[in-house]
């Protein structure tokens, strides 16, 4: 800084001035600042600017882990939030371990980020409630927490559940079967708990839960579903890793989908348009999901707002109606029908577009 100082003229507040804009410079004199800052290639030591401001310009995300496209739509949506206001992301994961999450949040506390948006591992988030984190601007995504001083962004997983069950029920399908990843997490809980209305309702027997996060489960659990002496005559998988095993193990078993088997999936796939029968799935806003999360964190940090009940904001789903359910459409296009908004729920932020990744 001294050295840009001495070569446009001027003292080294006069550059601080500049590059921080608190306070007003000269067209001229700036201009022979910027000058010297591009003879020089000068560039800002951020993290003593952090040091001297106490604000990093600076967010971090975790998310359970990477190789789930919904993550990584997340995260990739909030990155994009973030360049927005001119910060920077710190991306992490927690591998749907507690203790790995707490470790994480701790570091970036170190760190001194201005804030977090955090898709929360099962288990206990009291850590949360310590002092370290009162002054904390943290959002979640996908799965709330229970502090109410938190704001959140969700979906509505048992209705956009129960939408997809009444659909295969409606094909004339008594015995569906529902397969999940950790049962423990809440979008699992709720997603069943949605399946489980819609049989109920129906007057109809639920299924126990099947756990199902290899390939290789799908296989097993899948062939001991058709080899029933009543089989299950539908499927439905509970997120887009499950429904990815239960394709492959379809595919294993040679089942004829949907003659044999009828499936639907939680979350639309990259490639559920092009597969064969192409796949019904509850759609989630994945993009806007991650934008929503990012705007509330950037208005509580602007605003430096620490409210003590946070907002909850739930977005609309759309059961997205192709072949695999056993629907036929002689155009080839897809249908679809939208969940109706939830009552109680708070409308999505403002200036979120509307729109699917």
């Known amino acids: 800084m001294a050295d840009v100082a001495r070569l446009a003229g001027v003292g080294k507040m006069t550059v601080s001035r500049v590059l921080s804009g608190s306070a007003n410079v000269s067209d001229s004199t700036a201009d022979r600042v910027h000058r010297a800052i591009r003879l020089l290639n000068y560039q800002p030591n951020e993290l003593a600017r952090s040091l001297r401001s106490l604000?990093?310009?600076?967010?971090a995300v975790i998310v359970p882990y990477l190789y789930d496209s919904f993550f990584a739509t997340c995260a990739h949506a909030i990155s994009t939030v973030a360049k927005q206001h001119g910060y920077s992301v710190i991306l992490t994961t927690s591998?749907?371990?507690h203790e790995t999450e707490r470790r994480q949040t701790d570091l970036m506390v170190r760190r001194r980020i201005d804030g977090m948006v955090i898709i929360p591992a099962p288990g206990d988030d009291k850590y949360l409630q310590s002092e370290v984190y009162s002054r904390m601007h943290i959002v979640t995504l996908d799965r709330p927490l229970a502090d109410p001083r938190f704001d959140s962004v969700l979906v509505n997983n048992s209705a956009g559940t129960k939408m997809a069950v009444e659909h295969l029920i409606g094909h004339g399908h008594r015995r569906i079967g529902f397969l999940g990843v950790g049962r423990e997490l809440y979008t699992m809980k709720a997603r069943y708990a949605g399946y489980r209305q819609a049989m109920m309702r129906a007057g109809l027997t639920a299924e126990p839960y099947m756990e199902c996060?290899?390939?290789?489960?799908?296989?097993?659990?899948v062939r001991a579903a058709l080899d029933r002496e009543a089989p299950l005559t539908a499927l439905f998988g509970a997120n887009n890793l499950t429904t990815r095993c239960l394709l492959h193990a379809?595919?294993?078993l040679q089942v004829?989908?949907?003659g044999q088997v009828a499936t639907a999936g939680f979350d639309d796939l990259d490639v559920a348009d092009v597969l064969?029968?192409?796949?019904?799935?509850v759609r989630q806003?994945?993009?806007q999901i991650g934008e929503a999360a990012a705007n509330l964190l950037f208005r509580r940090i602007l605003r430096q707002e620490f409210p003590s009940t946070g907002r909850r904001i739930v977005l609309p789903l759309?059961?997205?109606?192709?072949?695999s359910c056993g629907c036929h459409t002689n155009n080839g296009l897809d249908g679809s029908r939208k969940l109706p908004e939830m009552s109680g729920g708070n409308s999505p932020a403002a200036g979120v577009p509307r729109r699917h990744r």
Not at 318 to 323: A, D, G, P, S, T
């Open 55 to 59: 604000h990093s310009k600076t967010i």
């Open 95 to 97: 591998d749907e371990e």
């Open 213 to 221: 996060h290899t390939p290789e489960q799908a296989v097993k659990q």
């Open 250 to 252: 379809l595919n294993v």
């Open 256 to 258: 004829d989908v949907p």
């Open 276 to 281: 064969q029968p192409r796949l019904t799935v």
């Open 285 to 287: 806003p994945v993009y």
């Open 318 to 323: 759309e059961l997205v109606i192709r072949c």
